[in-house]
Nanobody, 125 residues
Framework: QVQLEDSGGGLVQAGDSLRLSCAASGRGFGGRIMGWFRQVPGKGREFVAAITNGGTTNYADSVQGRFTISRDNVKNTVALQMSSLKPEDTATYYC???????????????????WGQGTQVTVSS
């Protein structure tokens, strides 16, 4: 089981940039699909971005071109670089790890079996 600790959230203004980090410990980081999800009160967790062990990335349409996910398989870390932030990006962001081997599963929160504690991102207009 891999343990995740995400960090880097904060209060920023629209148009600013922010970088979220996720540190993994325990066994099994390598080979796992790593993802970022976000959640606002009263709603389910929304897919933001994912990256495979080999570096293939996928993004939600709402963040495509503004967010970049990356991973370091030596340091066991995952990052989400967010730029041109909008007020609608305000949410709690979660790092997650999936042991699924099915490519389509990367978009679904239910297919991830390890989660960080979440980090709050607030974008003011």
């Amino acid at each position: 089981q891999v343990q995740l600790e995400d960090s880097g959230g904060g209060l920023v203004q629209a148009g600013d940039s922010l970088r979220l980090s996720c540190a993994a410990s325990g066994r099994g980081f390598g080979g796992r699909i790593m993802g970022w999800f976000r959640q606002v009160p009263g709603k389910g967790r929304e897919f933001v971005a994912a990256i495979t062990n080999g570096g293939t990335t996928n993004y939600a349409d709402s963040v495509q071109g503004r967010f970049t996910i990356s991973r370091d398989n030596v340091k066991n870390t995952v990052a989400l670089q967010m730029s041109s932030l909008k007020p609608e990006d305000t949410a709690t962001y979660y790092c997650a790890a999936s042991s699924s081997v099915l490519t389509a599963d990367k978009y679904f929160a239910a297919k991830y079996d390890s989660w960080g504690q979440g980090t709050q991102v607030t974008v003011s207009s």
